[in-house]
């Protein structure tokens, strides 16, 4: 790849050439979503070590199976999609259904990208610890794409690339995951109220 500049290469071709066999793409790769994977796979196991080790796994499948990956799809997508594959069948392995939205500040050194003011809000009123026990309480499914939606910035279809699920489906876990919390915290404000 000499005469190419890896930085500025689109995630597309930096993973057909990755494919390829050139290790400079798969390293920008591994560069521009070691962070992103990271907090991910944070929020969903809770734990620093955990997360790390599932990062790092997860770059193993990546890299693995570059040669199924199709350049003319967006990389982003079918990266999450082996991510959010992982971590389903590790908790399926610990026969856990149980996750834990970790506070914000824990992440501190892992700063998020830029994002919608809608997703802003939802960053911000995750740091509340009643809002993380809501988080924790719904459903694995709705919680999943709840925070792949909300932590990486992505559209519902890329969501539903994802999950593997039709665009209305993951559009509808968000929706659900927010009426949920919604009525959760109604909850709590008429037992404050009372």
């Known amino acids: ?11 597309e071709e930096l993973a057909a050439q990755a494919a390829q066999g050139t290790i400079a793409c798969f390293e920008e790769l591994l560069s521009r979503y070691r962070t992103p994977v990271f907090r ?12 790390e080790d599932w990062t790092q796994e997860c770059f193993v499948k ?3 199976n570059l040669g199924k990956y199709n350049p003319e799809r967006r990389f982003s997508p079918w990266l999450y999609r082996i991510v959010h594959n992982y ?4 908790i ?3 026969q856990s259904h149980s996750y834990q939205l970790v506070p914000d500040q824990d992440l501190a050194e892992y700063p998020a990208g830029s994002k919608t003011d809608a997703v802003d809000v939802l960053e911000k009123k995750l740091r509340s610890e009643a809002l993380a026990e809501a988080v924790d309480q719904l459903s694995p499914t709705l919680k999943s794409a709840l925070i792949i939606w909300a932590l990486e910035d992505i559209t519902f279809k890329e969501l539903g690339e994802i999950l593997n699920t039709p665009l209305p ?3 509808a876990r ?4 927010l009426i ?15």
């Open 1 to 11: 790849m000499m005469d190419i500049r890896v930085k500025n290469l689109k995630d």
């Open 40 to 51: 991910y796979c944070y929020r969903m196991s809770g734990s620093k070590e955990d997360a």
């Open 62 to 64: 990546i890299y693995n």
């Open 87 to 90: 971590g389903v069948s590790v």
């Open 92 to 94: 399926r392995v610990k």
């Open 169 to 171: 489906t993951a559009a």
């Open 174 to 177: 968000v929706r659900r995951a």
């Open 180 to 194: 949920q919390l919604r009525q959760q915290f109604m909850k709590t404000e008429d037992k404050d109220t009372i």
